[in-house]
């Protein structure tokens, strides 16, 4: 059986340096790492799981809250932490909350009770008062992911800010009857995700000098279906017309591009569509979209919570970031 000793001579490390590479634990250099690494699974060298908790105290597990699997930014952040922990070595726990309170409380009673996990990502969810509470209370890495938490480190865009800019983009190549497709209070939970963006919606089209009144809102669900069925709506009805729309989620603005079609509108010469999020779909709609990088946005929290269990924790708040990308779906409105 191939020992640590082994991994060791044949790096030409020292056992402490093999045990801190393949743990995660402590400062190690990065080239050092990849050759401890490499070294180890050319000689078949395993970590014995059970004995390296003992000797840590810890379990190399991660605990991920999530309200939902079957959503593609959800499953996206989770795929850019699973890429950085498994690398690492760690495991990953999901916890799936859900609308029933008492199985919500059975889920945060769990952390307290059998302490299984080394640290804890929240994934776009709002933490109560007593719910963040009893995490502190666990005195591990924490990070709240998609939106702000002022006792805990947070990694979020600016939905505000986000929706300015999409509005603004429609806006500066002329359109002056807008539109924006939101969500209803049944989905307007966590973070207050879809009235932020509202905010930034109205707050770009005040700053333009233009009426509210004429900036025309429709709910919807963040899905496709919603968001055709809020634009058969918007360019169904008669009267004046909005030539410009802001979807509050880029599957809400395929919607949109789906409804535009049946209508017999085109797209951007009838109607601009603009979404939020840099959907994997986005492109072969050729949508315009701002994308906040889900992917992106899981990788940086596993590796700050990972710099946290190495005692290096960063700054409380950091901001995710967001582009605006230009494709077909947008253009100056016809005179």
Do not use: C
């Not at 699997?69 to 699973?82: A, C, Y």
């Not at 949109?256 to 709609?285: C, K, N, T, W, Y």
């Not at 005692?311 to 990308?325: D, H, N, Q, S, V």
Request: hydrophobic share 45%; glycine share 10%.
């Amino acid at each position: 059986m191939v020992s640590i000793d082994d991994v060791a001579g044949a790096a030409g490390v020292s056992t402490a340096t093999v045990s801190r590479a393949l743990s995660g634990r402590g400062h190690v250099s990065a080239a050092t790492r990849e050759r401890v690494v490499a070294t180890a699974q050319s000689l078949g060298y395993v970590v014995s799981s059970s004995a390296s908790s003992l000797a840590s105290g810890r379990t190399r597990n991660v605990g991920v809250i999530v309200p939902f699997l079957d959503r593609w930014f959800f499953s996206t952040v989770l795929s850019g932490i699973s890429s950085v922990l498994t690398r690492r070595g760690f495991d990953i726990t999901l916890y799936n909350i859900t609308a029933d309170a008492d199985a919500r409380q059975k889920v945060f009673e769990s952390f307290r009770q059998r302490r299984r996990v080394d640290a804890i990502i929240a994934v776009a969810v709002e933490l109560d008062e007593r719910e963040t509470e009893r995490l502190t209370g666990l005195d591990i890495p924490i990070i709240a992911v998609g939106g702000r938490n002022p006792s805990l480190r947070t990694l979020a865009i600016d939905d505000v800010a986000v929706a300015r800019l999409a509005t603004e983009h429609l806006l500066t190549l002329g359109h002056r009857r807008v539109a924006y497709i939101g969500a209803d209070a049944a989905y307007d939970l966590d973070f207050h995700v879809p009235s932020r963006r509202q905010e930034g919606f109205e707050t770009a089209v005040r700053e333009a000098g233009l009426s509210l009144e004429d900036a025309v809102q429709e709910s919807a669900d963040f899905t496709i279906q919603g968001g055709y069925h809020a634009t058969k709506r918007l360019l169904g009805t008669p009267g004046p017309r909005a030539t410009g729309i802001f979807a509050a989620s880029d599957e809400t603005a395929i919607g949109a591009l789906l409804a535009a079609r049946d209508l017999g509108v085109a797209v951007p010469q009838g109607v601009s569509v603009i979404g939020i999020d840099g959907h994997e779909l986005s492109e072969f709609f050729g949508l315009t979209t701002v994308a906040q990088y889900p992917f992106e946005q899981g990788a940086r929290a596993a590796e700050a919570l990972l710099a946290g269990l190495e005692g290096t924790p960063g700054a409380e708040e950091t901001p995710a970031p967001y582009r605006l990308i230009v494709r077909s779906t947008t253009a100056a409105p016809l005179r």
